[in-house]
C-alpha cells in the first residue's frame, strides 16, 4: 500500500456520459498531481494541485476538470466522454515535489 | 517545454545479465531525474532518482548517470532477476522556488528478464 487511495479501481460508462475519478493523498503530502496513461502514449501530466490551488496544467481537455478540497483529496471530473477516454488514471502526491507517490490508478473503460 | 525521449522501448536479458535504460531531456533547467518500476496492474513505484549536481548514484543492483553537458541519464540493473521484469520509466523535471514542477515521463522501457 503506498499510502494513495484511488477510488474506484475500475469504472466503466458509456460514451457521452460522465465520471469523478477520487484520489486522497499520503499524510502530509500538499500536492496531488493527476496522469492519464494510454498504452501508446505512456504517462501523460493532466493536472496539479497544491494546498488546494492549482500550480500546473498539462495536456488536459476542456472536458476535464478537478479540483483539490480543503482535506486534501482531489477529485478528477471526466465528461462528455469519449472511446478514446478510455485509459489507467492515476494519482500521485508529493510533499514539495520530492519523490511522487503513486495511487495504483483508476482504469476507466468508455463503451 | 520539457519532453524526455527514452529508449529502448523493450528489452530483454537474460538473468545475471545487466539492463541499460537511456533517457534524454530537452529542456537545459530540468535538475531532478528520478525512475520509476511499474508492475502490472501497480501503479508506479519510486526506485531511484538524482539531481542535477551529481552525477552518479547507487542504491544495490540499481545506479543511475547523469550527463548534464549532453543532457542524458541512465539507467544501469546489474545481476538482473526474473523480479526485475516490469516497465521501467524515466522522468525530468524542474525545481522552482521552493518545490519540484510537475515530473514528464519517457514513454516507457519493458524490460523481461529470462530465467
Known amino acids: 500500500d503506498s499510502g494513495v487511495t484511488q477510488t474506484p479501481k475500475h469504472l466503466i460508462t458509456a460514451t457521452g456520459q460522465r465520471v469523478t475519478l477520487r484520489c486522497s493523498p499520503r499524510s502530509g503530502d500538499l500536492s496531488v498531481y493527476w496522469y492519464q496513461q494510454s498504452l501508446d502514449q505512456g504517462l501523460q501530466f493532466l493536472i496539479q494541485y497544491y494546498n488546494g490551488e492549482e500550480r500546473a496544467k498539462g495536456n488536459i481537455l476542456e472536458r476535464f476538470s478537478a479540483q483539490q478540497f480543503p482535506d486534501l483529496h482531489s477529485e478528477l471530473n471526466l465528461s462528455s466522454l469519449e472511446l478514446g477516454d478510455s485509459a489507467l488514471y492515476f494519482c500521485a502526491s508529493s510533499f514539495r515535489g520530492n519523490g511522487y507517490t503513486f495511487g495504483s490508478g483508476t482504469r476507466l473503460t468508455v463503451v | 517545454g520539457e519532453n524526455v525521449e527514452q529508449h529502448p522501448s523493450t528489452l530483454s536479458v537474460q538473468e545475471g545479465d545487466s539492463a541499460v535504460i537511456k533517457c534524454t531531456y530537452s529542456d537545459s533547467a530540468s535538475n531532478y531525474f528520478p525512475w520509476y518500476k511499474q508492475e502490472l496492474g501497480k501503479g508506479p513505484q519510486l526506485i531511484i532518482d538524482?539531481?542535477?549536481?551529481?552525477g552518479e548514484k547507487k542504491d544495490q543492483r540499481i545506479a543511475v548517470t547523469l550527463n548534464k553537458t549532453a543532457k542524458h541519464f541512465s539507467l544501469h540493473i546489474t545481476e538482473t532477476q526474473p523480479e526485475d521484469s516490469a516497465v521501467y520509466f524515466c522522468a525530468a523535471s524542474t525545481r522552482y522556488g521552493g518545490s519540484q514542477g510537475n515530473l514528464i515521463f519517457g514513454k516507457g522501457t519493458k524490460l523481461s528478464v529470462k530465467p
Open positions: 538524482i539531481r542535477s549536481n551529481v
